[in-house]
């Protein structure tokens, strides 16, 4: 079954580019929507973007002028970038599948990586 | 405060029912778009639990089931079990914000 893993620094000071990478195994990353999940420690979800593999992509409208993400369907994975980086913006990232997107329905996420702790300070 | 609204904490001894409430606007839940569920163990990723509003993924027991009905939504959970002590999570859509999550709710198994 398809599996996610994230990668990248776990430490990244305030007004610098926060960047990881998630690596899609177990299926291809064609023809399915990709999405990025973040998590403050002892908070809740907040849902930061997705791409589809073509690379179009859709942003959470409170974040859309700090993040891009892009796909490498050559490497089976996608990626994110979120700049300026606070405080605020030191979570746990999860990257998962964004399944069944339709006009009545922005789909649910399935499967999810393990995530990843990225803190920021300096 | 989310835009989906969950109780922070619910809780019900072994073996009983609980139910956890996930309310919205005409702008989200109310304009028809699907609700999501996910459950999240502790220390763990979320996972899964019901989708399209009231569907089970494979593996998931038929102790938990969703509903949904205006602009709220509803996860619930009969023969609790000392395991489903966790956090849970909706999400749905909104027409104005895009993707979102409720703020979760943390089950307690007294």
């Known amino acids: 079954q398809v599996q996610l893993q994230e990668s990248g620094p776990g430490l990244v000071k305030p007004s610098e580019t926060l960047s990881l990478t998630c690596t899609v195994s177990?299926?291809?990353?064609?023809?399915?929507?990709w999405s990025w999940i973040r998590q403050p420690p002892g908070k809740g979800l907040e849902w930061i973007g997705y791409i589809y593999y073509s690379g179009s992509t859709n942003y959470n409208p409170s974040l859309k002028s700090r993040v891009t993400i892009s796909v490498d369907t050559s490497k089976n994975q996608f990626s994110l970038k979120l700049s300026s980086v606070t405080a605020a913006d030191t979570a746990v990232y999860y990257c998962?599948?964004?399944?069944?997107?339709?006009?009545?329905?922005?789909?649910?996420?399935?499967?999810w990586g393990q995530g990843t702790l990225v803190t920021v300070s300096s | 405060q989310s835009v989906l609204t969950q109780p922070p904490s619910v809780s019900g001894a072994p073996g009983q029912r609980v139910t956890i409430s996930c309310t919205g606007s005409s702008s989200n839940i109310g304009a028809g778009y699907d609700v999501h569920w996910y459950q999240q163990l502790p220390g763990t990723a979320p996972k899964l639990l019901i989708y399209?509003?009231?569907n089970r993924p494979s593996g998931v027991p038929d102790r938990f089931s969703g509903s949904k009905s205006g602009t709220s939504a509803s996860l619930a959970i009969t023969g609790l079990q000392a395991e489903d002590e966790a956090d849970y999570y909706c999400?749905?859509?909104?027409?104005?914000?895009?993707?979102?999550f409720g703020g979760g709710t943390k089950l307690t198994v007294l």
């Open positions: 177990g299926g291809s990353i064609s023809s399915y929507y």
């Open positions: 399209g509003n009231s």
């Open positions: 998962a599948r964004l399944v069944g997107p339709t006009v009545t329905t922005f789909g649910w996420f399935d499967p």
């Open positions: 999400q749905s859509y909104d027409s104005s914000l895009s993707g979102l």
